[in-house]
């Protein structure tokens, strides 16, 4: 059974590529084959998994976008625990040598983070509450 995270995480990603064709005229096809065949977090390690970028990741390079990489929602606080620490390491060193200012990125989404974690943090709280 997946997780909350994980639900998000594919959701996102489907989103994502939806996104993507509307904004840029990119059309992430193998991505998308991808999605549906594995899901969203084992679509991620798949590509995560080598040393070198997907043609994706350069073409969102290309277009400035690399806001909306796998390699960048992987780092996301919310998504994090879903994948190994290669997996993190891999995403950090792509879009740090592709000169992506990851900290702005993540301090950016930790000021706005979806209401489905705040849910969680507020049930949590709550619990502790009663």
């Not at 040598?97 to 301090?107: A, G, P, Q």
């Amino acid at each position: 059974m997946s997780t909350e995270a994980e639900r998000r995480f594919h959701t996102d990603m489907v989103a994502g590529v939806d996104r993507l064709k509307r904004e840029i005229g990119y059309n992430a096809t193998r991505f998308a084959q991808m999605l549906g065949g594995l899901g969203g977090v084992a679509a991620a390690r798949q590509l995560l998994r080598g040393h070198d970028a997907s043609d994706g990741f350069t073409t969102l390079w290309e277009h400035d976008r690399l806001d909306v990489s796998v390699e960048a929602y992987v780092l996301l606080p919310w998504y994090r625990g879903l994948f190994d620490e290669h997996h993190l390491e891999t995403a950090m060193w792509r879009l740090t040598e592709h000169r992506f200012d990851v900290d702005r990125f993540l301090d950016e989404a930790r000021e706005n983070p979806p209401g489905w974690t705040q849910a969680n943090t507020d049930a949590d709280c709550g619990d502790a509450a009663d």
